[in-house]
């Protein structure tokens, strides 16, 4: 019997896991409330606004799939886009040639709250106030605040009080940052949310009050204290320059949470699921693709060979992502050619024994200027990290910040919801006064080039790497997973799906296996760096693995042990028997069920 840090778990009545203990309780509490798994991810989704605000916020962004029992998983895209102003010759003009990873020329329309409100509108039984309650009362009355999030504020208190005040009212009061587990307390969260259910309880039905809150939201008081305070101020930057931003409430109102396909592929019996090319799902989808034909049940999952041939085939994918994807309202993004075997075989012929040491885009015909112009931007110097910078990834990715958020939850009827909220990160914008939290920093995933798939524009999403997951099987096994971790995302995804596809592994073996990942990509977050041939790997693998891989090329760096990946997954077995496990790194995020 293989050992894990924890017991898969196993019940029929419901299943909720995510990447902090809390919102995987308050999850389970909704669920026995009688509430599906749609009330339970909303539920979960606030309260981790509350308890990582380094990690996540209301302002931040939330794609998400679900499956409604019996029917085809779906997207919820949450992915607010660009204001109407933020156009490539103002940033230009403001003396920019690549968007800061901070400040509010970095940020886009807020999308989570309206994606959660769309969900929970056609899909959920509770009312507003029983789904909110949990994190206002969080919010109100304190929580222990994780080491993780005293270290991050620690970090920006100086800087908090110096440039950007408002911040540090909420995140230092008293002038200091709250000691780990310790009560922290944001009251100014908790009457935004109350208002919100104070102008939505004027109404009597539980749609309509839903209605009246993304009103209020997206063209009522939050989106005129936005304005106000975006009109009115010019914060620093993540370059060190105070500067204005464009978000305005029109752009708000403009904008709303919308349901789109799911796009697949199908391997070894399942059917694996993901957001469109405005994500980075695709990139699992591909490396599925090309790995079809090999026989990955015969490698060893912890062996040199199964690490060297997944990782070469997401270079090859991740080059593709930066050459191809962008918002397909927007571009024209070659995805069927993409996501077809034939081009699968040709990228797969590509990968030998050997570490690739550069990035290699497909050839696709009519495309040729894109790929020329990844290539020169992987040519050009990488600007120095600036303050608040890129994205708060895994800790020993970038300065030990901490990375974003995932939930996975199943109901007792089969309905299923995977999210990966994230942005408005309390490190990343100044605190919106009255709000009690800051705006995002999506913007950042947008170039200043002219005619790419992912250049700046009014109204188009940023390619963003938040990318939830499901696959159902030929058998009626149906599984959410996912994880944090920017880049790294669908990397761990994809050890983790071979794990359980292949390997007959349950879900927290699967999870509890040694995790690796590669640099080997244009990065998405500010300052966009590349680190050729980098492989990082757990050093639960195997000695001889390592050596291995370095003896193929790879430049092994070796990660603390236990640090790698924050994956979560729930299943759906044919009898209705339920399962769901969590990972032990970073030893925050838990499942809970019955």
């Known amino acids: 019997m293989t050992f894990t840090t924890r017991p898969e778990l196993t019940g029929t009545f419901g299943m909720a896991t995510c990447t902090h203990w809390i919102a995987s309780a308050v ?96 899909h959920g039984r509770l009312d507003l106030r029983t789904v909110l309650e949990p994190a206002i009362y969080y919010a109100r009355y304190g929580h222990p605040v994780l080491a993780r999030v005293s270290a991050t504020i620690t970090g920006q208190a ?118 469109g090319p405005w994500s980075q799902g695709p990139v699992l989808l591909q490396s599925l693709q090309m790995l079809r034909g090999d026989p990955v049940g015969d490698l060893d999952p912890q062996g040199p060979e199964f690490v060297h041939l997944t990782t070469e085939a997401l270079k090859r994918a991740f080059a593709d992502r930066e050459a191809y994807y962008g918002d397909p309202d927007h571009a024209d993004i070659p995805l069927d050619t993409l996501l077809s075997a034939d081009y699968a075989d040709l990228r797969r012929a590509d990968i030998s024994d050997t570490a690739s040491q550069d990035h290699r885009p497909g050839g696709i015909a009519g495309f040729e ?35 974003t958020v995932h939930i996975d939850v199943i109901d007792r009827w089969g309905n299923m919801v995977s999210a990966t909220p994230s942005g408005g990160w309390l490190q990343s914008n100044p605190v919106v006064p009255g709000l009690g939290v800051p705006l995002n920093s999506r913007a950042q995933m947008f170039w200043l080039e002219p005619d790419l798939p992912t250049s700046l524009a009014p109204g188009c999403r940023p390619r963003t790497t938040l990318s939830p997951s499901m696959t159902l099987h030929e058998d009626g096994r149906a599984v959410a997973f996912g994880t944090p971790g920017g880049d790294q995302q669908d990397q761990w995804q994809l050890a983790f799906f071979l794990r359980l596809a292949h390997h007959d592994m349950d879900l927290q073996a699967a999870i509890d296996a040694p995790l690796f990942h590669t640099g080997h990509l244009q ?72």
């Open 158 to 275: 100086a800087f908090f009080a110096a440039e950007w005040p408002t911040s540090a009212a909420v995140w230092t009061p008293g002038g200091a940052a709250p000691a780990p587990g310790t009560l922290f307390k944001n009251p100014d969260l908790a009457d935004f949310w109350e208002q919100l259910l104070a102008e939505a309880e004027c109404e009597t039905s539980r749609v309509a009050q839903i209605d009246a809150a993304r009103r209020a939201f997206s063209s009522g008081f939050v989106a005129e204290t936005i304005d106000r305070f975006v009109a009115e101020t010019a914060p620093m930057d993540g370059t060190g320059v105070r500067r204005k931003g464009v978000l305005s409430g029109d752009d708000m109102a403009g904008w709303s949470a919308t349901y789109e396909p799911a796009i697949s592929v199908t391997h070894h019996g399942w059917e694996v699921f993901k957001c």
């Open 27 to 122: 999850g389970l509490k909704l669920l026995e409330a009688g509430g599906t798994a749609f009330d339970a991810a909303a539920g979960m989704g606030f309260v981790l606004n509350v308890v990582e605000p380094h990690l996540n916020g209301p302002l931040g962004d939330m794609p998400a799939l679900i499956r409604v029992v019996g029917e085809v998983p779906a997207v919820v895209c949450g992915q607010g886009v660009a204001p109407q102003s933020a156009t490539i010759a103002h940033y230009r003009n403001e003396g920019l040639k690549m968007i800061p990873g901070a400040g509010h020329l970095a940020t886009v329309v807020p999308g989570a709250f309206d994606a959660w409100m769309l969900m929970l509108r056609d």
């Open 369 to 403: 200027a894109q790929v020329q112009a990844f290539h020169a931007r992987t040519a050009r110097a990488v600007p120095q990290t600036g303050i608040g910078g890129g994205e708060p990834t895994m800790a020993h990715l970038a300065n030990r910040k901490g990375d």
């Open 523 to 594: 990065a998405s977050f500010y300052p966009r760096d590349i680190r050729p041939g980098h492989l990082m790997i757990e050093p639960q693998f195997p000695s001889a693995t390592l050596t291995a891989l370095a003896q193929m090329g790879h430049k092994i760096e070796e990660a603390a042990p236990w640090t790698v990946g924050r994956l979560t997954a729930a299943m759906r077995m044919p009898d209705g028997v339920l399962k769901a496990a969590a990972t032990p790194r970073l030893m925050q995020a838990y499942a809970m069920g019955r």
